[in-house]
């Protein structure tokens, strides 16, 4: 089991930067693929992005692809998603999650889920 606690949500102006970071619990952290996604209001949770367990291989949709970048520190139980660029549209609550595949998109295979962090785009 794997308890994820996420930081560094805030408000930006349109196309600055954050950096979300996820903290992990547990000494298990490395056999997990980890992902972001995220929920704006009166809209369905999206994908966001994902990283195996080393790190060498991430996903992304188009809509944020070239923009956000997802890392990971196993040897301090980090996950993080550093976003450029940021559009109004990528205003919502941003969540981390633990999975036990390969690496995936479908919040479904995520077991482990974070509390969540705002971020707010303005124009």
């Known amino acids: 089991q794997v308890q994820l606690v996420e930081s560094g949500g805030g408000s930006v102006q349109a196309g600055g930067s954050l950096r979300l970071s996820c903290a992990a619990s547990g000494r298990t952290f490395s056999t997990y693929s980890m992902g972001w996604f995220r929920q704006a209001p009166g809209k369905e949770r999206e994908f966001v992005a994902a990283?195996?367990?080393?790190?060498?291989?991430?996903k992304y949709p188009d809509s944020v692809k070239g923009r956000f970048t997802i890392s990971r520190d196993n040897a301090k139980n980090w996950a993080y998603l550093q976003m450029n660029s940021l559009r109004p549209e990528d205003t919502a609550v941003y969540y981390c999650?633990?999975?036990?595949?390969?690496?995936?998109?479908?919040?479904?295979?995520?077991?482990?889920w974070g509390q969540g962090t705002q971020v707010t785009v303005s124009s």
């Open positions: 990283v195996t367990r080393s790190g060498g291989i991430t």
């Open positions: 999650a633990a999975s036990r595949t390969i690496i995936s998109a479908r919040e479904y295979e995520y077991a482990y």
